[in-house]
């Protein structure tokens, strides 16, 4: 299961990623969209899921091993997208922390403000506004 959650998230980021033309900061633009929100990308099921599986693996750690590797791939792609490595992080520590405030039920924004919070990091990604 744990094997299928990393499968259906990285196969989502990839067809996002994909479809963007901007190769500058595209990983993490498809990042930001798979993990906060895309539903098409993941399934309507997706963060629900998550929350069970993320719960799960402080019982598991051998599984764990599985999203860490997951986790340092990800960690590559977006050190090696084009962008400040130290901004293109911040960028996916921000994703990772207000997917886990959603979905451990800790907190949500509005629905307004999560999606100017979301454009907000996109717009980071841009060669425009990147800050070299």
């Given at each position: 299961m744990v094997e299928r959650f990393v499968?259906?998230?990285?196969?989502?980021?990839?067809?996002?990623?994909?479809?963007?033309e901007d190769p500058h900061g595209r990983y993490t633009r498809a990042y930001v969209g798979a993990t906060l929100g895309e539903?098409?990308?993941t399934g309507?099921?997706?963060d629900r899921l998550g929350?069970?599986?993320?719960?799960?693996?402080?019982?598991?750690?051998?599984l764990l091993e599985i999203v860490r590797q997951q986790n340092i791939r990800c960690?590559?792609?977006?050190?090696?997208?084009?962008?400040?490595?130290?901004d293109a992080t911040i960028i996916r520590l921000a994703v990772e922390g207000l997917w886990m405030a959603e979905v451990f039920n800790v907190m949500h924004l509005d629905p307004e403000m999560?999606?100017?919070?979301?454009?907000?990091?996109?717009?980071?990604?841009?060669?425009?506004?990147n800050r070299k």
């Amino acid at each position: 299961m744990v094997e299928r959650f990393v499968y259906r998230f990285e196969t989502g980021l990839a067809g996002i990623e994909h479809e963007d033309e901007d190769p500058h900061g595209r990983y993490t633009r498809a990042y930001v969209g798979a993990t906060l929100g895309e539903a098409a990308s993941t399934g309507e099921q997706y963060d629900r899921l998550g929350a069970s599986i993320t719960a799960a693996l402080s019982n598991f750690p051998d599984l764990l091993e599985i999203v860490r590797q997951q986790n340092i791939r990800c960690q590559a792609a977006v050190e090696e997208d084009g962008l400040d490595p130290v901004d293109a992080t911040i960028i996916r520590l921000a994703v990772e922390g207000l997917w886990m405030a959603e979905v451990f039920n800790v907190m949500h924004l509005d629905p307004e403000m999560k999606r100017k919070v979301t454009a907000r990091l996109i717009e980071r990604t841009r060669a425009s506004s990147n800050r070299k």
